[in-house]
């Protein structure tokens, strides 16, 4: 398998989101088990995560690389970041909500993936980072494929909206 390493990237992105600086903020990174790669066809889950990281925004990406990498090599896998900074306290204040209420309807065996999704419930902190997803499979052939992506890049730069290219196994995300 041919590893994609956009570490610099993701990094610059975090040492530019000035608006999510400080201790409560984090960037959420799952290292995770995709449907057709590594689990089978015949299970309904999309994908199963294998590792967490919540990473300070105060912190290098630099810090967690080695393991996530370790990780991913390892097991096959491939590590998501979320580029939307969460805070710290009102994941943990809806990660209650949560488990109260997976308690209270007698879920008890879903709780320890509360907190989780609990980073997904909450706002983001700062301005909203977008990807637009790019698979080259999604296209009839390679020409539709750079027509439609020249086309996305050039609206971007007509509405002057900061924008990268970000390889990834199957195209590129914008």
């Not at 398998?1 to 040492?15: G, T």
Request: hydrophobic residues 35%; positive net charge.
């Amino acid at each position: 398998m041919n590893a994609i390493d956009n570490f610099d990237k993701v990094q610059a992105y975090i040492d530019a989101d000035h608006t999510a600086k400080g201790p409560d903020k984090f960037y959420f990174v799952q290292v995770l088990m995709r449907k057709g790669t590594n689990i089978s066809d015949s299970n309904s889950n999309r994908a199963r995560t294998l590792k967490t990281f919540y990473i300070p925004s105060d912190k290098l990406l630099s810090e967690y690389k080695d393991e996530i990498v370790y990780y991913c090599e390892k097991t096959n896998t491939r590590a998501y970041i979320n580029l939307n900074a969460r805070s710290f306290k009102k994941t943990a204040l809806q990660a209650i909500n949560l488990l109260s209420s997976a308690i209270r309807n007698e879920h008890e065996t879903s709780a320890y993936t509360v907190y989780n999704k609990a980073v997904m419930d909450v706002p983001i902190v700062g301005k909203k980072t977008w990807f637009l997803d790019f698979d080259e499979k999604d296209y009839t052939d390679r020409t539709e494929y750079e027509k439609v992506f020249a086309r996305c890049k050039t609206l971007l730069e007509l509405k002057e909206i900061k924008f990268d290219i970000i390889p990834s196994k199957s195209g590129a995300h914008i």
